[in-house]
């Protein structure tokens, strides 16, 4: 029994969205088969698959039920978390998904999940990705600051679910800790964050996250241990979409 986590898997079996110029190229050509392939190989029934967050491209469940069929019919486990393109769920509808898809999904906004002795927890999360002004070197000289402070409101409504999510794991007597977010946990202006404090606040011992497209986002967040905590990104096009294995 393996715990496996993925990204970004951007599904689009029945909407007609234009993918943006970073979910184009080599890597995103029939990357569908690919997950599909791979997961077949490496996944078994007693395995678990955290998907962090963008699974569909549909506006609503109608548009988004071919995507979530398609996940459904994964091999193992399946745990997904919310992505800021998923305008499928509504995170207030959460216990309504969790009903309607009962043994097949599991939906993470608030609650937790077990493996073995660890509760898995997480949320979207939020980082500020400007815009940002650069010069002739590259170097991030200014940013929006009206934007920045709208993004400080999000990140604050995200840390109060990621933090529900913590207390109703303790409050089951859990003491070991999995953490996912779709966001990095940190922007490009950041080393630490209220994401990474409360990480550390409860004892996490791994972070997992997505969001970052392309060579040139690969890097924007923590990678590698940080504090005692281990951070690794999990965007399909970064991991060539090989479900990455969090732990056995």
Not at 17 to 37: M, S, T, Y
Not at 71 to 81: E, F, M, N, S
Not at 119 to 137: C, H, Q, S, Y
Request: aromatic letters at 14%; one cysteine or more.
């Amino acid at each position: 029994m393996s715990l496996y986590a993925i990204g970004d898997l951007h599904l689009h079996f029945q909407s007609e969205l234009k993918a943006p110029g970073q979910l184009r190229g080599r890597v995103w050509k029939n990357h569908e088969q690919k997950f599909r392939d791979y997961c077949a190989k490496l996944l078994s029934p007693e395995d678990t698959l955290v998907l962090v967050g963008d699974h569909s491209w549909g506006k609503n469940l109608v548009q988004a039920e071919a995507d979530l069929q398609y996940i459904c019919d994964l091999p193992g486990r399946k745990i997904l978390t919310r992505g800021n393109h998923d305008m499928f769920w509504d995170a207030k509808k959460t216990k309504a998904l969790n009903e309607q898809f009962a043994g097949k999904l599991e939906f993470l906004q608030g609650n937790y999940y077990s493996y073995r002795d660890y509760a898995l927890v997480g949320t979207k999360g939020f980082t500020f990705e400007g815009p940002f002004w650069i010069d002739r070197r590259g170097r991030i000289v200014d940013w929006d600051e009206e934007a920045e402070e709208h993004a400080k409101k999000i990140v604050l409504r995200e840390l109060t679910r990621l933090r529900a999510s913590f207390e109703a794991a303790r409050k089951d007597g859990y003491q070991k800790f999995i953490m996912f977010l779709h966001y990095p946990p940190t922007s490009i202006l950041e080393r630490e964050s209220g994401f990474t404090k409360m990480a550390e606040e409860y004892g996490a011992e791994q972070v997992i996250y997505a969001h970052s497209h392309g060579e040139s986002r690969f890097h924007d967040s923590i990678e590698g241990m940080y504090k005692g905590i281990l951070y690794t990104l999990v965007s399909g096009d970064f991991r060539k979409w090989h479900p990455y294995k969090v732990m056995d």
